[in-house]
């Protein structure tokens, strides 16, 4: 049977990638992706369309599935207990020790032999003595990982203020760097609350959709600028980038009753160098 290729969602940490299997998959079974260190859990979501085929990545970021039997889906249960029973036990000896940090996730290799400790922190955390204890306890290696609270919404997932699964979580593999620049050429709100996402950051889809807004701009008006309309000279007030139309009003005019929204193609002026939209701060 030929490999088919699936969307899969591993279930140690909440992240998406690209599985193959020549197994009879359906969407919502338990498969074991193979890594370096065995094989992890994941669930398969959907399959991937012929037209998705063409946007495969690199063999190395897409793993071989196979569909998990009953022996598996046992073990699987086994290690959803011994991670729960782990952050319970983490979270309990690290206020114990007095330690200002905040657990995130519990993941374990697929061989057993190491329980891996996500956590957020101020600054830097002694952690020696709570190794020592959770060594003791769960009788193998033992990592304790720092990571940022942009790794921590990756690790957790949720909803964004599109109400999708945030992007982190779904094809995002690197943190880009983003700029307050960004939502100012798209035209935002620069209240913080409504352009960042739940890690507290700008909101990651600022970055890729930088560029489009940059090449749509360049077409554009800038706003205050005078162009022409139907043989009349008009004042630009407003532009709309991703519907190409402009909002227009005569110069004289000073309340918003005679703006006009025309079609970009209706108005005539010269091209511009790019600048940024005036942020809208309401």
Sequence with gaps: MKDEYF???FLDIAREHIGFSDDDIKPGDVCLAKVEEGEEFCVSLFKVSNKMLNEIPEPDECYQIRKANDEDIERM???KRRREDAFRTCTQMASECGLEMKL???SIAPNGNKITFYYTADGRVDFRELVRELAGRFRTRIEMRQ???RDEAQIVGGLGPCMSPICCTRFLRDFESISLQMAKVQGLNLIPAKISGLCGRLMCCLYFEYDVYKSILLDMPEIGSKVMYKDEEVIVRDVYPLMKMVMISKENMQTGEDNLIVPLDEIVFERREIK?????IA
């Design 104 to 106: 995130v996730n519990v």
């Design 276 to 280: 940024c939209l005036p942020g809208r």
């Design 7 to 9: 969307i899969i969602h």
């Design 147 to 149: 990571i940022g609270v």
């Design 77 to 79: 249960e086994w290690l």
